[in-house]
């Protein structure tokens, strides 16, 4: 992947406090690690707290949908079929989108049923949920079902959808939601902040992460109690997938340190903010990408230590480790310390970087390694 992909998508969610792109395992477990990463975001903003139990009802649907759909699909496809999902909280609202494959054939009804769902009132909505709660209407039978019925009343805002063929049999079924604090101006009209979010926005999100094969993005807080929920999903995650236990251990440890880079490097406002992709290559190799905000009077410095790090084989890394541990703290000429060491240690690969000027006081610093 270029580098230069982790400004761009940091640019696109700049002003998210909050933001999760993730394709990958739908698990009970994975849902309630993304659930406790939203809760914690809206902990630490006192104007969002009344949004909490909705954006977790909200999320739960959005999580069952993708996994009821993709269960349906993988069963008659033989094949495994990639679900996304997407989280952003823009000030006082909280967008989250879902993306799964539906059936072609079946489009048209759910279209029609959504606009139905749209048209209605707020007591109009509750009066369908409870008739078909009378009848036992759920979702198999109703095609809506009441999680969309209750997601439109949840949300108080119209859902937003669109539908994107994929082949001649299957669609790709985009569903958004917006929740908003209930703020209005001063003519009593509602405030609109965040129509930058937009379902064409998504879709641009899934291409992206499709042609550059990444598994998950994230950007906001990388504090350890706001950054902990991702690393057990990834973890979680990982073991889902399979593959060497040795190598799981290694990717799960190079982003760990990866991480706490971000946390002790970067620019520190109301909190340390950054961005975070983990991706595959050609290869099929994991790659780990972080950037985050710096100060221009350590990149020199910073630069240095990546750069002699960039020169040494795993010996003299081996070497350079040990001395370092043993001085007990990075000389003038070190700079960035013993985790950028053990980054590269561990990957076995050259640390690919970048510097992109981002204001008077700072770059944009991207790092990227393989494994």
Known sequence: MDIKVVFSIYKELIDDNLSLIYQGDFSDDVTAKILHLSEN?????????????????????????????????????????????????????????????????????????????????????????????ENNEFTEKGGAGLGLIEMARKSGNKLEFDFEPLDDEYTYFYLRIKISRAITSSLGQPVNAGEKVTLHLARGFRHEMIGNNILMIYKGDFSQNAILPVLKMIEENLAANGGEEGLQKKIFWVLVEMLQNISKHGIELEVTDGIFMLGRDQDNRYYISTGNLMHKNDVLKFQKHLDKINQLDNNALSALYKQTLRDGQISEDGGAGI??????????????YDFIDFDQDAVFFSLNTTI
Not at 92 to 102: E, K, L, M, Q, V
Not at 339 to 352: F, N, P, T, V
């Open 41 to 133: 975001n809206i902990d630490n903003y006192e104007s969002l707290s009344k949004l909490k139990r909705k954006v977790s009802f909200i999320m739960v649907e959005c999580f069952q949908n993708i996994v009821r759909h993709k269960e349906k699909i993988e069963a008659k496809k033989n094949d495994s079929v990639a679900g996304l999902f997407l989280t952003r909280n823009i000030g006082d609202d909280y967008f989250i989108t879902s993306a799964n494959i539906i059936e072609k054939h079946a489009v048209e009804d759910l279209k029609e049923k959504l606009k139905n769902i749209n048209a209605l009132s707020k007591d109009d909505l509750k009066e369908l949920y409870l008739k078909r709660l």
């Open 339 to 352: 985790g950028i060491i053990d980054i590269a240690r561990e990957s076995g690969s050259k640390l690919d």
